[in-house]
């Protein structure tokens, strides 16, 4: 029901935008230049208000009655149970009513079905009438205010502006409550960890020995996790900066235009490969080539190296690299490329001399997104790389990094609340860290930077 009411709340906002644009021509007669802002802009304001009110009051009322429902089913509960027993009542009973599997059936389960059934019919049936009533009152009282004297348009690009604000505004936000959600597990961690412990130890095994939610502080060294995913991280860029820096100084100078009709795409095919596929190209493909071409030169490589994981995650990378470089090199002026060989400068010096500094910045720009996504990869580094906590510089061994860490942490059969402490505790130190180096990288970029006219 919900669906139809979306439906229909979309049908007034066109129906909106029409009547109010056709009622403004009919105003204007044989002489448009009455109005005071073109016909478009009446039905723009109109359409607009339409679809803010009606899909508004929907967002907004789902959010506000799915609080309400939660209480409902919490507050009818018996006293004297668990917070894990309440939740596991409350999602059974909202499993049961919805038809699907429960891993237990009793008396406190189906009332919670049957309360949550009844809500969910008036809450639905409820913000479809008010949503749809809201978006059909909004539209005539739209319409009643189209007139020649209507600044339409001052109004329908303050109203887009104040979106585009709240847009903003709604990013800041975001990311401010990832910041907190990180920060307030993660200083619960530290409550009970000294930092130093985490941050310089070098032996991770957090869940190992745990007894009743203690934990060793001398088995939470973070030093072999950092370790790993730097070493993946400089192979990976060490395969993806120079490959993806070469094929975009090509394509963008050398090629012709048809083999950059063809090499362009090719290269951005990488880009949507599922890094499962990258992560099974890795174990089956790359791990055993280089274990048995390690073996015929005496070396000692692991099924699982940090080698195998880097290459593989270099070779994913490559298409952000080369796409964006190129897109920052075809960017610099022509102009300097004419001045350079004016002077009597060849092609080679012209983009030595000439075209990369132009293009520093956006290429380290590329670098940078090439960094965050090796250092947030983690399937890649499953399946080719292990798990295991393993403080070493030889990429032939096998390591781990923090992603990894933190999924196995959250997704073990270990009690949240006692994996939590950790991986969030990794999540934030990630997070200081990464931003940490953009701080540096901007800086860097700004340095650099040279205006061209």
């Not at 607009?48 to 009051?57: D, E, H, K, S, V």
């Not at 409820?126 to 009643?144: D, E, N, Y």
């Not at 090199?329 to 132009?358: F, H, W």
């Amino acid at each position: 029901m919900l669906t139809w009411a979306a439906l229909a709340i979309l049908l007034l906002t066109v129906a909106g935008f029409l009547l109010a644009r056709n009622r403004a021509v009919a105003l204007a007669g044989d002489t448009p230049s009455l109005l005071h802002s073109r016909p478009v802009y009446h039905g723009g304001y109109v359409a607009l208000w339409t679809a803010i009110a009606g899909f508004g009051l929907l967002l907004l009322g789902l959010i506000v009655t799915n609080i309400l429902i939660g209480m409902a089913l919490y507050g009818g509960l018996p006293a004297g149970l668990s917070e894990i027993e309440r939740d596991l009542i409350v999602s059974d009973g909202v499993a049961l009513s919805r038809g699907t599997l429960a891993s237990r059936t009793d008396e406190a389960r189906q009332a919670v079905a049957a309360l949550y059934g009844r809500l969910t019919t008036l809450q639905i049936g409820g913000l479809a009438l008010a949503s749809v009533g809201v978006a059909v009152f909004t539209l005539m009282r739209g319409l009643g205010r189209v007139a020649i004297p209507f600044r339409a348009r001052t109004r329908f690009e303050r109203v887009v502006q104040t979106l585009l604000m709240i847009s903003a505004g709604i990013a800041v936000l975001t990311t401010i409550g990832i910041v907190a959600s990180l920060l307030g597990q993660t200083l619960v961690f530290f409550s009970e960890i000294p930092v130093l412990n985490f941050l310089f130890g070098t032996h991770w095994s957090p869940l190992s020995g745990v007894h009743e939610g203690a934990m060793d502080p001398q088995k939470v060294g973070a030093i072999p996790l950092f370790a790993g995913t730097l070493l993946i991280t400089v192979i990976a860029m060490v395969v993806a900066v120079p490959v993806g820096l070469f094929s975009a100084i090509y394509l963008s100078d050398f090629a012709s235009a048809r083999a950059r009709s063809i090499i362009k795409p090719m290269l951005e095919i990488l880009a949507g490969i599922p890094t499962v596929v990258y992560g099974f190209f890795a174990a089956i493909t790359v791990a055993p080539f280089l274990r048995d071409t390690g073996a015929a030169m005496g070396l000692s490589v692991s099924s699982e190296s940090a080698l195998a994981a880097g290459v593989v995650m270099g070779i994913m990378i490559i298409p952000f690299i080369s796409s964006l470089s190129d897109d920052v090199i075809n960017a610099v002026p022509q102009s300097l490329r004419d001045g350079s060989y004016g002077l009597g400068a060849t092609k080679a010096e012209t983009i030595r001399n000439v075209i990369l500094p132009a293009a520093l910045p956006g290429i380290m720009s590329a670098v940078l997104l090439g960094v965050s996504r090796a250092i947030g990869e983690t399937m890649i580094v499953v399946m080719a790389a292990g798990q295991g906590a393993n403080l070493t510089a030889n990429p032939l061994e096998a390591v781990t990094t923090v992603t990894v860490q933190i999924v196995a942490l959250i997704t073990g059969d270990t009690e949240a609340s006692t994996a939590a402490g950790p991986a969030f505790a990794l999540g934030f130190t990630l997070f200081c860290i990464t931003l940490i180096f953009n701080i540096w990288a901007l800086r860097l970029v700004r340095k650099y930077r040279e205006v061209y006219d």
